[in-house]
Structures are given as C-alpha cells and as structure tokens.
C-alpha cells in the first residue's frame, strides 16, 4: 500500500483540516440526535399512551418538530459551519507558500508560483509543502469538473473550467498526507490520486533551491540511448524535461519524475519495474488514461527510457 493512503478523513494534520474535521462531528452528532428524537417520536405514535398519541400527532407538535425546530437547528448550523470554516479560502495575504494546481484527465498538473504568480517549478502529482506555512492553493481545471481534495489538510474545493477557486492548506507535522479527486470526471476518475509530503523548512527550502537551479541546467543523462529513445519514440511532444528539447504540455512535467513516490497519479510504486511498466503499456494499468501504449518496444528499450527517466531529480 501506498504511503499516505488511504486518506484518513477524520484525522486532521493542520488548522484547516481540524476545522472541517470538527464540524464534521458536530454534524454526526446532531445528525444522532435528531435520529433518536424521530425514534421516539415514532415510538410513541405506535405505542404510547392514547394522550400522548394525540400530542405526538396534533398539530403543535407537527409546527414544533417539523417546522419550527429544523429550521432553527439547521440555520444555526449553517450560520457555524461557514463562520467555521471560512478562513479555508482566505485571499492571498503574500506570506503563503503558493502553487497553482491544475486538474487533468486524469492527473494533477502542479506548478509553484512566485510572489508576483509567476511560474517556476513544474512537477505532476505530488506537493511539497513546509511544515507550519500556510499554502495557498490556486485551483483550476483544463478540462472537466474535478475536486481537490486532501482530507487531513483542509477542505475539498471543486476545480471548474474557465474558474480559479482559492483554497488553504496547512501541515502542522513533517509526512505524507494522501489525497483524492472528489467529483466523479469520467474514465479512470477512482485511480486520479495526490500526495502532499509536508518537510521541516530548511529540509523545504534546500528542496526549492536544488529545483529552482534544475530548471536552468541541463538534464542529467543516465544512458544515451535512453535519451535518444525519449525524443525518437516521441515522449517528447507530450512531455517536458527541463534543459533539454523536450517541451510537450500534453502530459506531466517529467523534469523531477526521479524523486516521485509514486507514478500514474498516486496509484503505483515509483521504480524501476513499475515505470518500466507504465512506459510499456499504462492502459493495462489505468485503462482510458491519455498516454498511448508502447508495446512495440523490447524490454532493453524499456529498461534505457526507465534509467533515463529515473536520473530526473
């Protein structure tokens, strides 16, 4: 099983998170409540005493409990939970750690964005975070309706096309927090997984650095015929690997897929047989995704666009 998942929901890493996860239980427990009061009431109506029949299904009763009661209850409950919970998509102050996340089918496109929103990292698939700094999340979609959501970290928040929905995240311990896409988005919509991986700062801000500088230099080649296969076999129009040609958009950034935990979305084991296993035939793995099959390719070529890939850190 994967670190972090599944996501546990009712376990809460952070401040948003426990806020979610609090007016999560009030609602269970005034969801009890009302089950019991109903229970007895059905009770007696059924076996109570004739008086108390009469009082259970006169009309002050039906005003009180049916009327006058939910609609007190219920707009108590609606005026807490927004003032609960609305610090969950507070606007950019300009202190926040800020990433752009874009939902695609059938993966996450991240970008770490700068004070001004500038783009400067691009990865796929997993956030780093530092522990105890809010981060404003910059939600989008390219295509569909999708939902982000990290259930220990915060809230989920719809991703609509042609919108931009803010959202805040916070971790308040170093870990792997596992998330899901929340809004059914066709296809393999159950196998569209995230990791969030929240480090101590200067562990965050030594990360940032070394990835910040990998954006300018020349990628790493592990084995030339790996990188010779990744630009003749056409990987390069879909994907991007920074310092080199490659500059496809179509799908995930590979520029750091060395150090991913994990591939396909959150679905699998990041190494050597599973990426060997994705390249080779990713429909037998997560049906409908939109990366062709490549089974013409021997396992020796496998193997060389693997090594390449896996020298992408």
Request: charge should be positive; glycine fraction near 12%; include cysteine.
């Amino acid at each position: 099983m994967l670190q972090g998942w599944p996501p546990p929901v009712l376990d809460p890493a952070g401040p948003y998170a426990t806020s979610v996860s609090l007016l999560s239980w009030i609602l269970f427990g005034m969801g009890a409540a009302v089950l019991v009061i109903v229970l007895v009431a059905l009770y007696l109506a059924l076996f109570g005493r004739p008086a108390l029949q009469a009082k259970v299904g006169g009309k002050t009763a039906i005003w009180v409990g049916g009327v006058a009661f939910p609609l007190v209850v219920l707009t108590a409950l609606l005026i807490y939970g927004l003032s609960l919970t609305r610090h969950l998509s507070d606007p950019i102050t300009g202190n926040e750690l800020r990433v752009r996340v874009t939902g695609e089918m059938w993966w996450w496109r991240v970008a770490y964005l700068d004070g001004s929103g500038r783009e400067v990292v691009q990865d796929a698939n997993e956030l780093h975070i530092p522990v105890g700094r809010p981060v404003v999340l910059e939600l989008q979609s390219a295509d569909v309706i999708h939902s982000f959501w990290v259930p220990r970290l915060s809230g989920k928040l719809d991703m609509i096309p042609g919108r931009r929905n803010l959202m805040r995240i916070q971790a308040d311990k170093a870990g792997v927090f596992g998330g899901q896409c929340a809004e059914y988005c066709g296809g393999p919509h159950a196998l569209m997984g995230f990791k969030v991986i929240a480090h101590q700062p200067a562990q965050f801000a030594q990360l940032m650095a070394a990835r910040m500088a990998r954006q300018t230099s020349a990628a790493p080649v592990a084995a030339g015929a790996g990188a010779q296969l990744f630009e003749s076999t056409g990987c390069s129009s879909c994907h991007r690997i920074a310092g080199t040609g490659a500059n496809g958009l179509a799908g995930p950034d590979l520029t750091h897929v060395g150090s991913r935990s994990s591939l396909g979305a959150g679905i699998l084991p990041n190494n050597r047989g599973t990426l060997m296993g994705w390249i080779g035939n990713s429909q037998a793995i997560k049906p409908n995704n939109r990366m062709p099959p490549y089974t013409v390719l021997p396992a020796d070529q496998l193997n060389a666009l693997a090594t390449y890939l896996e020298a992408q850190k």
